[in-house]
């Protein structure tokens, strides 16, 4: 064994003052979140994704010459090529910027829908909760009971009746499918609704909404945010589930759902008008899937699994 | 426990009700009535029509007697096709439908239940995240785009299964995996997760110092416990498999309610989409009760009685 001289050993003085002192910076909630979630090479991966999809949605539509809705009737249903990236489809329109105009129908039917389902939910299930009692019983005994309904019976019968249209379709969608955000927030308001600070705004005279608004829903903001990103893809399918069923937007609007459904009617000569449209649904279902669950183990890492 | 399904049957009820309430009068605020197609009816015949079908009587009168003919399981006379009822339609269909639904079910139940396990006894390791890329993409792809893959590879490219119609076990095996396939991509995950979470416990780490096998571990303590949420996704399971019907059954041109509701959409045959709707919306509520009363017997930790009082 090697000889250690005995200089070599120095007494290190722990110093009490020193104990106390934080050698990292202090990291906001949001910061350590953000952190969190930019170690999530799935969810990051997702992001990107969402990013091009929304630039491709703002300037994909003028990167061809072709307009989305004007026909060609001599350059029907052509294979991808240099003229035309995606193709063409049954009248000759181009595939490449109908896919891009449709990415604008598809996303913008997804984001409405789920913020209108937000907005709803968050005064529906914040009164229910912060009222408590009474309220909150018969609030979600409705909730309860219009929950019951299946969704997209529900969003099929509406569809027949107020007839196609981008409107009609979010009016639909929103009119039962708010309850899960309710749900969520009221939960959460419960939770928060007891504590100290909350007592402490109300012993300094903030009224009512303050206390929601300013101190309930942000706090409350990890599980609504989750919840709003995993709601757009599912009503970014049902777009596609009622397109399906003829219930889509009216020609010669374009959305992916309309377009995916064309394709598969053509889909044993034609595969490509089917292959393009399809694809960035699967991509935006799944690109929104991967963010929302990297956000909820970036708000929560408890829950991770 | 009885307190709890009178309840439950109570609202289930309620909900019936307000189904049957809105589709009666979202039909009716339709613009045009049954009978105006593109040929103008002499007024005689449409005035007979109107009578035969009771529609010249108000509609407190109209409404009331479609609460009664529900109540005794009488959807009325289809208005697109001639002398068939709602109740022929529903007879004639829903036998294929629930055939195709059953073994969907089966599928998604079985299938993904097994990932689930092998990926979390694999935790980690490749098998795990081979079944949860492939959950992810279950769960990404809508099932009718799952359906035109599934038929363009495997029926029209490598003929390995009939493109099409609804004949011997072998047309059922496509339509069935395509409508599998998201049910089972979640159920996967679900199992996955409450696995890792039950693999976690105490009780057993304690099964394994007692001396028990791997196998026995995961059959006899974990798999049981893990597989409760799973039980709870069945009711929304059942509703997944009955919508996703809808365009499956159309893509592989199969004669079961399914498709016959979607023609009775593009046909705006209106006594049938009324019909349909509310058989499905009865069969959908009385799953879920059925689920949730299977769920408190499974796990009697569940406190049914109380309701959500305490959240």
Redesign the interface.
Same mark, same amino acid.
């Given at each position: 064994m090697q000889q250690i001289p005995k200089e070599m050993f120095q007494p290190v003085r722990a110093e009490l003052s020193e104990a106390e002192k934080i050698s990292k910076p202090s990291l906001s909630y949001w910061k350590d979140v953000s952190i969190r979630f930019r170690k999530n090479k799935l969810a990051m991966f997702g992001l990107v994704i969402l990013i091009i999809l929304v630039f491709m949605a703002i300037f994909g539509p003028h990167m061809t010459k072709y307009d989305y809705a004007t026909n060609d009737l001599m350059n029907t249903n052509q294979p991808p090529s240099a003229k035309h990236w995606f193709g063409t489809d049954d009248l000759g329109r181009d595939v490449f910027t109908r896919t891009w105009y449709g990415a604008r129908i598809s996303l913008f039917i997804g984001l409405a829908a789920a913020l209108i389902d937000l907005c709803i939910g968050v005064i529906w299930g914040g009164i229910a909760g912060l009222r408590g009692g009474k309220t909150d019983e018969v609030m979600m005994r409705i909730a309860d009971i219009l929950w019951a309904v299946p969704y997209l019976l529900l969003v099929i019968i509406l569809m027949v009746v107020l007839g196609q249209g981008l409107g009609t379709m979010i009016l639909a969608m929103t009119i039962t499918g708010w309850i899960n955000m309710a749900r969520i927030v009221r939960g959460q308001v419960l939770q928060l609704k007891n504590q100290e600070y909350v007592l402490a705004a109300q012993t300094l005279g903030a009224n009512t909404s303050r206390i929601m608004f300013r101190h309930l829903i942000p706090n409350a903001m990890g599980p609504i945010l989750v919840t709003l990103t995993l709601s757009i893809p599912s009503a970014i399918f049902t777009e596609a589930f009622l397109s399906y069923l003829g219930l889509g937007v009216p020609q010669p609007l374009a959305s992916w759902g309309t377009m995916a459904s064309e394709g598969v009617q053509a889909l044993q000569y034609y595969p490509w008008r089917l292959f393009f449209p399809a694809t960035f649904i699967c991509l935006t279902i799944f690109a929104f899937n991967v963010v929302g669950d990297g956000l909820r183990d970036a708000l929560d890492p408890r829950l991770r699994k | 426990m009885l307190r709890y399904i009178s309840r439950r049957l109570l %609202?289930?009820l309620?909900?019936l009700f307000? +189904?049957v309430t !809105? &589709?009666f009068f979202?039909?009716r605020?339709?613009p045009g009535g049954p009978f105006s197609g593109e040929k103008k009816l002499p007024p005689e015949i449409e005035k007979n029509l109107n009578e035969y079908y009771g529609l010249d009587r108000p509609w407190y009168n109209q409404y009331f007697d479609y609460l009664v003919s529900v109540a005794k399981w009488d959807f009325g006379p289809s208005f697109k096709y001639k002398g068939q009822t709602v109740n022929d339609l529903i007879n004639e269909g829903f036998p294929v439908s629930f055939f195709l639904g059953m073994e969907a079910l089966l599928l998604a139940v079985s299938i993904g239940i097994l990932l689930g396990i092998i990926a979390a006894l694999n935790h980690n390791k490749w098998p795990d995240y081979g079944a949860m890329v492939f959950a992810?993409?279950g769960?990404?792809?809508?099932s009718? +785009?799952m359906a035109?893959?599934l038929? %363009?590879f495997l029926a029209?490219k490598l003929e390995l299964f009939p493109v099409a119609r609804w004949e011997s076990l072998q047309h059922t095996v496509l339509p069935a995996l395509a409508l599998a396939a998201t049910p089972m991509a979640f159920i996967a995950r679900l199992t996955?997760?409450s696995m890792?979470?039950v693999l976690s416990n105490d009780y057993i780490r304690t099964a394994k110092a007692k001396g028990l096998s791997k196998g026995q571990i995961t059959v006899k303590h974990a798999i049981r416990n893990a597989l409760l949420p799973v039980v709870t996704y069945l009711g929304p399971l059942s !509703?997944g498999v009955? &919508?996703g019907s809808?365009?499956i059954e159309k893509?592989f041109g199969i004669p079961g309610l399914g498709s016959q509701f979607?023609l009775s959409?593009?046909n705006?045959d209106y006594t049938t989409?009324m019909g349909v &709707?509310v058989f %499905?919306?009865i069969l959908?509520?009385a799953a879920?009760l059925l689920v949730d009363i299977a769920y408190g017997f499974i796990d009697p930790r569940i406190k049914l009685a109380g309701g959500?009082k305490g959240?």
């Open positions: - | %609202y289930m309620v909900s307000l +189904i !809105a &589709t979202l039909m605020a339709v992810v993409l769960i990404s792809v809508p009718f +785009i035109s893959a038929q %363009y029209i996955r997760s890792l979470e !509703a009955l &919508t809808f365009v893509i979607v959409i593009s705006r989409i &709707t %499905y919306s959908l509520l879920v959500k959240e």
